[in-house]
């Protein structure tokens, strides 16, 4: 913000204040009292033209009767032909298109998708973006900080609210059944209004920087409206983007071997292996060439009936030194690091502990399993 403006704000606060005392009221003709007010404004008006409304025509096979066959969501330029939504906005999508600022509508096509954080990259084309937004740091977010939501929650356009940065929550805190954003380890917490509709937008500081993407809303039951934005912190949504347009896949860590929860097992093969406890992932299949199979990982075996045999396959009870109590929690601390790095699993084998060192690998585009 220039110097000049800021003396101009604070002589217009002075005499909003004075005319307040000396009749009752502040003009409306001098809304923009305060500085703050004075960076909303600017920042909405800088990025407003970057928000888009997506329109999704969902497959007919998606649809029950009675059901809207297009889901709206929100997305956002960030550079001349690229715009950034939820993986979820755009999921089992017939046809795609995208609603610009002044109304201009246009067709999109996927680029790029990353479920593990629900995140993905559409690309339009006969047309630039009259605005793109840059990246800022969710890392160095402080709670209290104020934030700028946009979208178009329940089919509003351009709409606007702000709240306060108030935590990053484990993603235990956020349970989700879309079977999405397995590898999302934390989320940002915001009062800013995030509804049905919002989700693929902006979340900004008062730069007018991305530090969020808009995710989903928390409410204490499903008669009330959400009142806790949930989104996804924009270092993991801007690592994300880079690393699926230079390679197609994005680069989190991954064992590359499928995983199912212990309480998903009988009790009586637990106690076979020697558990006394529930917590933990056992490892089930273990492809050739993985960070797993390089790694000695071993896989479970089963009959013709797909029934586990004893003895069990490997179970990862900690990774890194932190327990944890499912595939979830395996999944998200090992996506926590990024290919050539390794990951120390404790797993239990034979009913004794071992540990194993876990070298991840880069994923490839065949690669898809976490």
Request: aromatic share 4%.
């Amino acid at each position: 913000m220039k110097a000049g403006r800021i003396v101009g704000a604070a002589l217009l606060l002075s005499a909003a204040v004075t005319g307040a005392y000396l009749t009752g009221r502040v003009s409306a003709q001098r809304a923009l009292v305060t500085p703050d007010e004075i960076n909303t404004v600017e920042v909405t008006q800088n990025a407003l033209q970057a928000v888009v409304r997506i329109d999704n025509r969902l497959q007919r096979d998606q649809l029950q009767p009675g059901d809207d066959p297009i889901e709206t969501g929100t997305g956002f330029f960030y550079k001349k032909d690229l715009i950034v939504t939820n993986y979820h906005v755009i999921e089992f999508q017939d046809s795609l298109s995208v609603t610009l600022y002044n109304g201009r509508k246009v067709s999109a096509k996927i680029e790029g998708v990353d479920p593990g954080i629900d995140i993905a990259i559409l690309r339009v084309t006969g047309v630039t973006a009259p605005k793109t937004l840059s990246f800022g740091s969710s890392a160095r977010l402080i709670p209290g900080q104020k934030l700028t939501a946009m979208g178009t929650p329940l089919k509003i356009p351009n709409f606007v609210s702000t709240g306060i940065f108030s935590v990053m929550a484990t993603a235990d805190n956020v349970p989700r059944n879309d079977n999405l954003g397995g590898e999302i380890g934390e989320y940002l917490m915001t009062t800013a209004s995030i509804q049905q509709g919002n989700s693929g937008g902006p979340i900004l500081d008062s730069r007018g920087a991305v530090v969020g993407v808009a995710d989903a809303n928390a409410a204490p039951n499903n008669l009330v409206p959400g009142v806790i934005g949930i989104a996804i912190p924009g270092d993991l949504v801007k690592q994300s983007l880079d690393d699926l347009e230079k390679i197609g896949v994005p680069q989190r860590g991954t064992l590359g071997a499928s995983l199912i929860d212990l309480t998903t097992l009988p009790p009586a093969l637990r106690q076979l292996a020697g558990l006394s406890s529930s917590e933990g992932a056992l490892v089930m299949d273990v492809p050739a060439g993985s960070a797993a199979a390089r790694a000695g990982l071993r896989g479970s075996l089963r009959n013709s009936s797909d029934q586990l045999l004893a003895p069990l396959g490997d179970i990862i009870v900690a990774v890194d030194g932190v327990r944890v109590l499912n595939s979830f929690d395996v999944t998200r601390l090992v996506a926590a690091k990024r290919p050539g790095q390794t990951v120390n699993l404790r797993v239990w084998r034979n009913k004794k502990s071992v540990d194993v060192k876990v070298t991840l690998l880069k994923r490839t585009l065949q690669q898809t399993g976490r």
